[in-house]
DNA sequence: CGCGATATTGAACGACTTCAAGTCGAGTGG
DNA sequence: CCACTCGACTTGAAGTCGTTCAATATCGCG
């Protein structure tokens, strides 16, 4: 096991690589690995700015981030989060400066992969479709938050967000343990259109009806049918706490949440 | 003139490599024309739908289109308009499908280039960083979108929609004549993020203080830089029509909108 | 321990939605 | 040519959801 093994590393997209000889694929169009250098980013430290020329991707080893959009008028907003095993920065279209600007959540270690070296692996097909799918699966996170943003409610966009992080989590073998909300209040209410007061009164609010339990950035899960239920409307979300202790049935048509 | 010109086509991200010849563009890497065929479309129709293969891209020639977006849980909405001289159906990253589904709203008529013709002309590097950059403008438009969904009051945003599509009405040398609003009030607020009668109300109340003239589905800017104020929240928009006839005087920095 | 940042909670307000009539305009058939 | 009709749009009144403002509460950290 290389000493550059870390459990975010299994997930990388970049992981065949990123070393020599992974695994037995050793193909004609097989490239010098990508030997990345690696960075500490302090919590609240700029990893790339919007409008910035890309010079680097930057794999997230450790920690986590988002992504800060600022328009043209100076209006700023949350446009997503990124954890461990997430790669920041890539741009689409290739694009030759960041679109967003990224900003880390906690103290964060991340890999630095050279554009140039980057664009030399695009060469290889397989590697190349894999890296265009990825960006394909952040479009189209995008535009479900769009939707969300422009047509649901609040407790269901909430719901969305939780749901999802669990998702990435669990992805990450979190198992059933209880998660760690990286960023603030205020930072939830901008990805979801929301002010910071709704967004901790709506997950009070949850976690009163037994979906979830939460204190400060402590977070679990407790009822995942039921959130799902709430993000698909299903469950109005009644507005005090009733006293319903019952035993939910799963709504079987788990919907893939974000 | 050939008789596919068309007041559309000076403007068509593809005139170049539309038919033979066009400039004094004999480079080495010269592809042979696209010779488009061409398709009418009427009102209400589909030009393609999400989740279906990329088999062709359609340049409009006439009439307009709305892009619809559906989420996984069966939420609808409207992502952007298109009108003649743009191209429907690039889809970013490569992606074998479409990501929204294109209907006309009107009577439209488009040109049909099989995806394969234009990959051929992608070889050309001029061409691809052309159609690229159009790419990177809808993602950036898409973005804006979503701030002003997130974070903007209601005339707010309804402003920047006004001024993008005069905007784009001016490029297509509509001078300063009444534009016509070809979609319905329902596919505005769907934008938006809104609903058809806050749409209706915020524009009755735009042409009661003077920015704009409507009726129905005819409109006129009359006062831009109002309109721009709007947009950038300077001017709160009074609830009621004031009697306000003083002359007003341009903010200078007129915001780009959308 | 005490301070500042972050989060929770309450109460009042306001923006937008919802529901419900109308009105306008274009197309159709008498 | 006019009445009819249907869809799109407008307008009003009431209600809801989320915001705003303000007052604690809690946590992390020196």
């Given amino acids: 096991m290389s000493d550059h093994g870390s459990p975010s590393c299994s997930l990388c997209l970049f992981r065949h690589v990123c070393r020599d000889a992974p695994t037995a694929d050793m193909s004609p169009n097989a490239q010098k690995p990508l030997q990345p250098a690696q960075v500490a980013v302090p919590a609240g430290n700029v990893l790339f700015r919007q409008g910035r020329p890309v010079s680097a991707v930057f794999p997230l080893r450790q920690g986590s981030a988002k992504q800060v959009y600022e328009s043209p008028l100076g209006w700023r907003q949350v446009t997503g989060f990124s954890l461990s095993g997430d790669i920041l920065g890539l741009e689409p279209n290739e694009a030759p400066a960041h679109s967003v600007s990224a900003i880390a959540l906690q103290d964060t270690e991340c890999c630095v992969v050279a554009i140039e070296a980057l664009r030399t692996h695009m060469a290889d097909p397989a590697f190349r479709d894999s890296v265009l799918a990825v960006m394909r699966h952040q479009a189209e996170r995008e535009r479900i938050l769009l939707v969300a943003v422009g047509s649901m409610k609040a ?77 698909a409307d299903l469950e109005p979300m009644p507005r005090q706490a009733p006293a319903t202790t019952a035993a939910r049935a799963g709504t079987g048509d788990e919907p893939r949440p974000f």
Same sequence: chains 1, 2.
């Fill in 155 to 231: 407790a269901q966009r909430l719901a969305m967000l939780l749901l999802d992080l669990d998702t990435e989590h669990r992805r990450r073998g979190g198992a059933d343990g209880p998660l760690t909300l990286a960023m603030p209040r205020a930072d939830i209410a901008s990805l979801l259109g929301l002010t910071l007061e709704t967004v901790s009164r709506l997950l009070s609010r949850f976690a009163s009806v037994g979906l979830i339990s939460v204190r400060q950035r402590r977070l679990r899960l407790v009822d995942r049918d039921g959130l799902a239920a709430v993000y």
